[in-house]
């Protein structure tokens, strides 16, 4: 910390009980009271460097005793500040630092203790201080600016805030390989930083990280920082990922619950307004902050009611990189009185954002020219798919979590996923995981609603391990589980190098159909979702679908089956046929249906060749299947 003394006399104060006088063999011949500090001086050393006080003592009565008696009671910095004035002019030694200073400055101005008295004098000796000394100090200017709050109003006409304020944001600006002054990094390193060390004439030294400062800022209050961080941004010289680091430093340094996004008890107001500021301080380069913070910064501003404005700011910045966030950052608490858990229609306004930014985007290519529109062949396309892809994924994610609450209305479940069925996904394991968990969680929906939420998912990209839970599934319809056993014998079948028999035509359809249980059901009866089958009938499906993949694996001296050979695979699919023709062709009647219980979701570690179904009782018409 830099310092700077003042005179050379020996320091003669003397207090006590709040009052201070000069031991001295001169009587005192002036009183000059302070709030309830009494100062007794003399008053030719006070007079000769302060105009105000030469004013003073002119305008007042003869005091009582030895002199005259004055209040000064509005004097910035209090009695601690008068008395450095005071021992200025006794010559008395005095020692000004970064927490002092602008008090000291504050009274001398107050003071009138000018040029115009007396050469050298206090006013002109600090503003050297600061100017030389204080201002080129990184922690010493940032310690300024904070004491600047106690006598703001001075501060700012004195311009020793936007001093500060530049000095600081002049530092932060430099280079960091010309940065060799002391500053605070106590954050967890980078692992590119541990080893980030280099040579310079045999001393070993540490490279500085480009977020070196956000921690020493931090420390500053709300407006303060304000301030700081707009004049650092208006220099154009820090890069907005850096930005975005100090923001969050400074969103966990003054909000304690921002991690858990939770607000300490009676500091909503202070929430409130310190959120704004951050949100009003993003940087506009996307990708600057993670969306994982934005995320958050959105949960607290709808926990303290920030407004729509700022509230769809996040909103539009979050749907910019959604593709970054996970399923636990989208779970937004739905606010009170709503009868749903989470707050789905923000998460639909973020996927909507996302949404139009690649209409948007699009958009500008297409109306550019040609040789702009090979940029985005060339550039985009991939880049687009990807975030695409993730995004679907991200959204089957949310689902499955959010399909745990009962009061969730089927409506709010496909309109969300519906905004995502058009993203091309290799594999449709996560849709399903959802759509288990959903029905699991409202066993009480019609069959027509069953239908609509089956209408999602594509029964033909379901991976082995989901075919496998979605054959025992008896929450599905049957028409579903139906689907799946065919699709995953045609399969296996191609794996195995057979060839599929002529089959019905609805059945032909299913293979055709770009979603087994979506698009290519639209023609589809009632009866046709509703059908029935037996438990034998299931029971023949899934061996022959054992048997099937049991020979593609390889695995032909395990299987009984497998010394039939090819004569096998065909019967196994001509019965396969005749059962699917019968499922199909029935339109009611009285059919007995066994299943294994999976409540259980996808991925719970059931092997497709650990099925093992068990005879329940017959039951008359459809049942559930799953």
């Known amino acids: 910390m830099k310092f700077m003394k003042l005179g050379s006399k020996p320091d003669s104060f003397q207090t006590e009980n709040n009052v201070w006088y000069v031991a001295s063999e001169l009587a005192t011949d002036i009183v000059i009271n302070i709030g309830n500090a009494r100062f007794y001086l003399h008053k030719f050393p006070l007079l000769s460097k302060s105009a105000r006080l030469q004013k003073l003592v002119a305008s007042t009565n003869e005091g009582v005793g030895n002199g005259d008696e004055i209040d000064i009671h509005d004097i910035p910095g209090g009695p601690a500040a008068f008395e450095i004035c005071a021992k200025f002019c006794y010559g008395m030694t005095v020692t000004l630092n ?84 002391s500053y605070t990094y106590n954050r967890k390193k980078l692992p590119e930083e541990n080893n980030n060390h280099m040579l310079n004439g045999g001393i070993r030294s540490m490279t500085v990280p480009a977020d070196w400062w956000v921690e020493d800022l931090a420390e500053l209050e709300l407006d303060l920082y304000k301030r700081v961080l707009v004049s650092i941004k208006n220099k154009g010289l820090v890069h907005g990922e850096v930005i975005g680091e100090a923001l ?84 937004i608490r ?7 858990i989470y707050d789905v229609k923000t998460v639909q306004k973020i996927v909507e954002e996302f949404m139009v930014r690649d209409q948007v985007r699009n958009g500008e290519f297409e109306v550019d020219g040609n040789e702009i529109q090979e940029v985005r062949r060339s550039t985009g396309g991939i880049l687009s798919e990807a975030s ?39 594999a449709h394991d996560g849709i399903y995981r959802a759509i288990d968990m959903y029905l699991k969680a409202h066993p009480g929906i019609s069959k027509s609603d069953k239908k609509r939420i089956c209408r999602l998912m594509d029964c033909k990209k379901l991976s082995v391990e989901a075919c496998m839970h979605a054959v025992q599934n008896e929450r599905l319809p049957l028409r579903v589980v ?26 032909k359809d299913l293979n055709s159909a770009s979603h087994g249980s979506s698009r290519s059901t639209t023609t589809n009866t009632e009866e046709e979702w509703d059908a029935v089958a037996t438990a034998d009938e299931l029971r023949a499906l899934r061996g022959e679908l054992a048997s099937l993949r049991l020979e593609r694996n390889g695995s032909h001296a395990k299987s009984p089956l497998a010394e039939k050979g090819p004569v096998h695979k065909v019967k196994g ?29 996808l991925g719970s570690g059931n092997h497709p060749d650990d099925v093992k179904p068990t005879s329940t009782p017959s039951r008359r018409g459809r049942h559930s299947v799953s």
């Open 334 to 340: 739905a606010k009170d009185g709503e009868p749903t």
């Open 248 to 331: 969050k430093a400074f969103a966990s340094r003054r909000l304690p619950g921002f991690n858990k996004g939770v607000i300490p008890s009676g500091d909503t107001m202070k929430t409130k307004l310190i959120v704004d500021a951050i949100v009003r301080l993003l940087p506009s380069e996307k990708g600057s902050v993670p969306c994982s913070f934005l995320l958050k910064l959105l949960k607290l501003a709808m926990l303290v009611d920030l407004g729509e404005i700022g509230e769809m700011e996040l909103v539009k910045r979050i749907g910019q990189q959604l593709e970054e966030a996970s399923a636990q950052d989208l779970l």
């Open 482 to 507: 139906v689907q799946v056993l065919f699709f995953e014998q045609v399969r296996a079948a191609a794996s195995s190098g057979s060839s599929t028999p002529d089959l019905p035509k609805p059945i």
């Open 388 to 426: 695409k892809l993730m995004v679907a994924k991200l959204v089957d994610s949310y689902l499955a979590e959010i399909a745990k609450d009962p009061n969730l209305p089927l409506s709010m479940f496909t309109d969300l996923a519906e905004m995502v069925s058009g993203f091309s996904r290799p």
């Open 573 to 601: 699919l001509l019965a396969t046929k005749r059962i699917l023709t019968k499922i199909w062709s029935s339109k009611g009647g009285t059919a007995e249906n066994s299943e294994t219980d999976s409540s259980g979701s």
């Open 98 to 181: 970064a927490y002092n200073v602008v008090n000291a400055r504050c009274a001398a101005e107050y003071l009138e203790m000018h040029e115009t008295m007396e050469k050298g004098n206090l006013v002109y000796k600090i503003d050297i201080f600061l100017s030389s000394s204080i201002f080129r100090s990184w922690k010493d200017s940032i310690i300024v600016l904070q004491t600047t709050k106690s006598v703001m109003m001075l501060s700012e006409e004195l311009k020793l805030v936007s001093h500060c304020v530049d000095a600081i944001a002049c530092k932060v600006s430099t280079d960091v390989s010309k940065v060799d002054w």
